[in-house]
């Protein structure tokens, strides 16, 4: 946009057709007026970016000063007055009224184009800043509604997670359960699932999304609806034979190779951990694996600590040694305790 638009309130008798002519040399637009009572009508149907006041009558030229500077539509146009240095009265009244400088009434043109294009810079200045503005502005509530719809998405993801961790656990014979579920922020990736595999075996696994946040819900998400006990749906952890009972469960070795192939790091830029178990219940034989998942402690009755240790790296990479199943017995009176790395973070 160019800001060269100039407005000229002249006396009629002042003869000064010359202004104009100089004005233009210098590549200026200028309209030239009578100071008449609608020159604040004449300026809004104009819209110039300055306007040069040549006017001998102070009254005239302070009554259209005051009237400019009092419109909300005008009052950010520079206004220039033609006016001797020795008028020093009249320049105080025009001053309190808001004038924005003086001309000589016998005005130099490198002066008079220097002191123009000066206040005209400012008006780009102020233009410019006034659209920043606006355009911040609307950004901020362009921001405020994508944070309102973020929280609005990231409550219903809680929501929809938290609906995933079991309420209860139901009848598992010869087992009681206490958990505790607290995600470090709206949504994480922790989910963990008790389940019956059959009547004399159990399954548990508890899972560690890498990370925290939306992406490790998701996949979280994602593998409690992918380990599933419907075997007519492939289900990792149950497979149908052909022969008595027609079933097989799966050993936790051969679900975490499973896993690993499944959900490798490459596809999903995402790993995870997990402590994978089967309890026979009946007879209390555990089998597990942990793939890189925090160290489970088991309290035996006597108050003796076992850490079930077993090797395994995350779910996601290709490694040359692969992971270790385990097999130890339970007690009656014997408690377990599986945790995901927030539990190690925790302070006091």
């Not at 206040?119 to 233009?127: M, S, Y």
């Not at 929501?159 to 598992?172: C, F, R, T, V, Y």
């Amino acid at each position: 946009m160019t800001y060269n638009k100039i407005l000229a309130f002249i006396e009629e008798n002042e003869g000064n057709g010359n202004l104009k002519k100089v004005l233009r040399k210098y590549g200026y637009e200028v309209v030239e007026k009578c100071p008449e009572n609608n020159y604040v009508s004449e300026i809004l149907k104009e819209m110039p970016h300055i306007i040069l006041l040549n006017i001998s009558n102070h009254n005239t030229y302070l009554q259209i000063i005051k009237a400019l500077k009092e419109n909300d539509k005008t009052k950010g146009i520079p206004i220039l007055l033609f006016l001797d240095e020795r008028k020093k009265e009249e320049r105080l009244k025009a001053i309190d009224l808001g004038i924005n400088d003086f001309l000589k009434e016998v005005c130099d043109e490198k002066e008079l184009v220097f002191k123009i294009n000066n206040h005209l810079r400012i008006v780009k200045l102020e233009t410019d800043y006034k659209k920043a503005k606006k355009a911040l502005e609307q950004s901020l509530v362009t921001i405020k509604n994508q944070k309102n719809e973020l929280v609005h998405n990231l409550t219903m993801a809680s929501k929809i997670q938290e609906a995933l961790i079991p309420k209860n656990l139901g009848d598992i014979p010869n087992c009681s359960f206490l958990w505790t579920f607290k995600p470090s922020g709206k949504v994480g990736g922790d989910i963990f699932d008790v389940f019956m595999l059959d009547e004399d075996h159990m399954g548990l696994y508890i899972i560690d999304v890498m990370g925290h946040g939306v992406a490790s819900s998701m996949l979280a998400v994602a593998l409690s609806e992918f380990l599933i006990l419907d075997i007519d749906r492939v289900s990792p952890l149950k497979r149908k034979t052909d022969n008595p009972p027609y079933y097989e469960i799966i050993p936790p070795l051969e679900v975490a190779n499973y896993l690993n192939k499944r959900f490798p790091f490459t596809k999903y830029q995402h790993y995870f951990t997990i402590f994978y178990m089967i309890l026979n219940v009946k007879t209390g034989v555990l089998r597990y694996i942990r793939a890189a998942h925090p160290t489970p402690i088991l309290v035996r009755s006597s108050g003796e600590l076992v850490e079930l240790d077993g090797y395994g790296t995350p779910i996601g990479f290709e490694f040359t040694e692969g992971y270790e199943e385990k097999t130890l017995f339970l007690e009656p009176g014997d408690n377990l305790i599986i945790y995901t790395d927030g539990l190690l973070e925790l302070r006091d």
